[in-house]
Structure formats: C-alpha cells, structure tokens
C-alpha cells in the first residue's frame, strides 16, 4: 500500500534524489504526504514527434522532464496535480503500441511505454492516485479536457479546408478547441478558453463557429477578435533538441503496490 510509504525513509530519499536530479530547474517537491509512487521513462508525444521523457509518478502529482543525463540531470519540468487527470487507453497501431492519453483541462497528450506491462503498469498506478485522491477531497472527476493535438506529421494539407498544403512558408498551426491541424486563413479567429490560458487563443473555423452559435453567445464579448497573426510563434511545443538520449531502456519501478502484496 502507497500510504505505508509515508514518512518512510525510502520515500523521502527517493523524493529528494528526484529533487537533485532537476536542481534549480524545479520546484521543491518535499511535501508532508506525497509518496513517490513510481518512475520511469516514457516516450510523449509533441508537436513534431515523440520524445522520451522521464516520468515521476507520485501520490498527488504527475512530474515529467526532459532527460539530459539518465538518472543523474533532468530539466523542464513539468507538474500535473493528478486529481484533475483521466486516462484514456490507445490502441496499438503500426506505429505506435501500448500508449495511453493523459488528459487535463489544461494540456492533453499521448504517451508510449515500451512494453504492454508496463502501460498496464502505469494505467493502474495512475488511476488508483486519482481514485484514491478523489476518495479523499470528495471532489468529483473533471469532465473537461484540453484536446489532444494531431502530431505536426499526421497533416500534409489543412484538415479544416483540405485544401491548402503545408510548406516552409505555410505553416501549420493548431486549433486550440479540437487539436486539428489547420492553414492560416482556417484558424485566424482567437476564443477565450478559460482552462487553456487567460488570453483568447488560436481556434479553427470550424470550432469557432460552434463556440460562437447562440446557446454560447453570452462569450462573444470575449471571443470577437480577428488575428491575422501567422507567426504562429504561440504555436511552439514546449520542447527543443534533446542530449543524451538513454540508449538502453530501463524498466519503469512502482514502489508502492496497488494490490493487497505488502510494500517491497
Ligand atoms: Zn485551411
Ligand atoms: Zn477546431
């Protein structure tokens, strides 16, 4: 059982090893109560394509980075509070196998483990902090999720128009409300989605016009700005070129058991 982890003296060497490792590129995660649940790495899936990641699942939060030296530095960090997330299971397809969604109001996206196991693995521990979480604020799951973005390579012409083909000058931009990916033109309209950002953001067409259709009229105020804006500098994924890929894949560890087995 995770909550045997408390306070242990494993679970605080672990939690201050994760701490060292991203240094000053992180927050403090010594929290009374948070147990390091488990880790390991998966491959997530940006803008362009998918990257490996390091993964820190505990008790409360989801933490990722990016890997600069296996096991010893990782920087950008990434801290997603687990009450907010549901998961969805992908199935395997040519490409890509034993992935999983995690979605939350703010951000949604995929990610890959390396072995049918290990999805499992990581589904199961994940779903159990969230139940577990949820059982314990009484607060019910959210509903609303951010869209999942359609990888950069899945489009060669606008999905709004199919028409316009994208090129270096052409550039692809994201529909923040659906996650297609669309021309310029497609997607000049901005709406405010509160869970998203503060400021209006980049929506297609198609999106606008339900977002703007009478049962939504009272947002208007908020949502009528046209953008002309190509830079699509907004657009960026939160990732750049990686050092230090790990070139042997280490098992992902989950140290406390969902089951009824006592902790190891
Ligand atoms: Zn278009
Ligand atoms: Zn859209």
Known sequence: MVDKLVNSEANNRRIMMVESCFGSSGQPLQVPGRVLVGEGVLTKMCRKKPKTR???????ILVYGNIIINKKKYNKQHIIPLEAVKLESLNDDEQYRNGWLIKTASKSFAVYAATPIEKSEWMAHINKCIDDLLRKSGKKAVEEHAAVWVPDGEA???MHCRKS???????????????????????????????????PLRVCLHCYAELTS???????DNAQRDHPDSSGEEDSDDDEVQQGQPETHDLS????????????
């Open 165 to 199: 083909q994208f090129t270096l000058i052409n550039r692809r931009h994201h529909c923040r409300k659906c996650g297609a990916v669309v021309c310029g033109p497609c997607s000049n309209k901005r709406f405010l989605l509160p869970n998203q950002s503060s400021k």
């Open 253 to 264: 560890k989950f140290y406390g058991d969902i089951g009824e087995k006592p902790a190891q």
């Open 156 to 158: 060669t012409v606008c």
């Open 54 to 60: 390091q993964f820190f699942l505990f008790n409360d």
């Open 214 to 220: 009478v049962k939504n009229n009272h947002l208007l």
